[in-house]
């Protein structure tokens, strides 16, 4: 339940954002507009998010098995650059590039760095060669990773079935 209102929360404060970022701008295109309050929240607000990614990746890798720690390092960092990338992006743009070529930069790049962090996300859940797959779903029905960080966490040695809702 926690999870649900966390998420429902981060949903509508991104809406809200964008959505009163729109008055200053009514283009269609003016998305990354970012140096009016709403956008410049919409940045802190991701800033927040990418060190709560942080701090939840070091807990969890506190108390995993040792051979998962280094995918919980890696998922650390590719999570937190990818969630930082767009505050630091526009922090640059707005400070070096003159105003009339700021939104194409933020544009372009920002699709690139936002499209190579997924590409990384994605490589680490989904490669045959990272920790994780030994451990997860995909390549096991004996040790898996749920039960893994269930019974080192405390809890029962029975399978689990992730659940929202």
């Known amino acids: 339940c926690v999870v649900m209102v966390v998420a429902v929360s981060i949903l509508l404060s991104h809406i809200i954002l964008a959505q009163w970022g729109r008055m200053y701008n009514d283009d269609f295109d003016s998305y990354h507009d970012l140096e009016h309050l709403p956008g410049k929240l919409l940045m802190l607000w991701r800033i927040l998010l990418g060190f709560g990614m942080l701090g939840c990746c070091v807990s969890t890798r506190m108390r995993c098995?040792?051979?998962?720690?280094?995918?919980?390092?890696?998922?650390a960092i590719v999570g937190t650059l990818w969630f930082l990338s767009l505050p630091?992006?526009?922090w640059i743009v707005n400070t070096i590039v003159p105003y009339y070529l700021r939104h194409r930069t933020v544009g372009v790049w920002g699709a690139v760095l936002q499209t190579s962090g997924i590409v990384l996300l994605s490589w680490l859940v989904t490669s045959h060669s990272t920790p994780y797959h030994k451990f997860s779903h995909l390549s096991s029905t004996q040790d898996n990773l749920t039960d893994s960080l269930a019974s080192s966490s405390g809890g029962s040695d029975e399978p689990r079935t992730w659940m929202f809702g």
């Open 65 to 75: 098995p040792a051979s998962l720690q280094l995918f919980y390092l890696q998922l």
């Open 88 to 90: 630091v992006l526009t």
